[in-house]
């Protein structure tokens, strides 16, 4: 439970709201560890005969919200339904942080697959997950398939031969970028996954929808700059949400 607690969280309750404030937060503490020990012994149990539509109802209507993915519901349902009839069998996603995508692609795509999921502790923009959270992850994958958990910085020459050695020589159907925002960061992430991605997979990005909430979000700078040498698909519902969207790459143009 531990490793929850924020000490600046923690300090800020306590001046803002005194005592009181500082037991309510550790109160919910109480109640996110529950959960995670909840959901980590019981969604297995989930109905195997669900649709697109269940899948995206279950993750943002039930579990106290502790794996809702940091999405608008009508892109990412969209993005779910393009990789169910994609049936992507090998997987890289780059920032895991709740792990509600990770839960929605693992559910989309065939039993036998093999899944990689980075993600930075303390990281910037996800701010990473505590270890705790790793069995809950791992909880994810269905009986054939295959899923690593890699807390590391994707920029890391080291993770990258690591992601390698994972793959053993596979190539990838599907590569989410959703680690760092910043334009080097993005960009840093396609130049050293990309080349692990077969001829027929698909490469997505988030947030590709410009955010003028934080400066430093560079996605949609370099979504506008590589989307000209594919065929793309965006999946915004509006292009003034000042966050979000998602863009998928496709075929390279010759």
Not at 102 to 129: C, N, R
């Amino acid at each position: 439970m531990y490793l929850f607690i924020n000490k600046k969280r923690v300090l800020a309750h306590i001046k803002n709201r005194g005592i009181f404030g500082f037991f309510l937060y550790l109160l919910s503490i109480v109640k996110k560890t529950f959960y995670i020990f909840y959901l980590t012994f019981n969604i297995r149990k989930l109905n195997k005969n669900y649709t697109a539509d269940s899948l995206i109802d279950y993750v943002y209507t039930k579990n106290e919200g502790l794996i809702k993915p940091i999405q608008i519901r009508s892109e990412i349902l969209k993005l779910i339904k393009i990789i169910k009839n994609k049936k992507p069998k090998t997987v890289i996603e780059i920032g895991t942080a709740q792990g509600g995508t990770l839960f929605l692609i693992s559910k989309a795509i065939p039993e036998d697959s093999l899944i990689v999921s980075i993600d930075l502790p303390g990281g910037s923009f996800g701010y990473g997950y505590p270890k705790i959270k790793m069995r809950l992850y791992k909880s994810f994958s269905r009986p054939k398939q295959k899923l690593h958990l890699i807390r590391a910085d994707s920029h890391k020459l080291n993770t990258l031969n690591k992601v390698k050695k994972i793959l053993n020589n596979r190539t990838v159907d599907l590569l989410f970028i959703d680690g760092d925002h910043t334009y080097d960061g993005v960009k840093k992430d396609f130049e050293m996954y990309s080349p692990l991605v077969n001829n027929t997979g698909i490469i997505g990005f988030h947030d590709i929808v410009i955010s003028k909430k934080r400066s430093n979000v560079g996605v949609n700078d370099f979504w506008i700059e590589i989307k000209k040498n594919y065929e793309y698909e965006e999946i915004v519902e509006n292009w003034k949400q000042l966050r979000c969207g998602i863009g998928i790459l496709k075929r390279k143009k010759t």
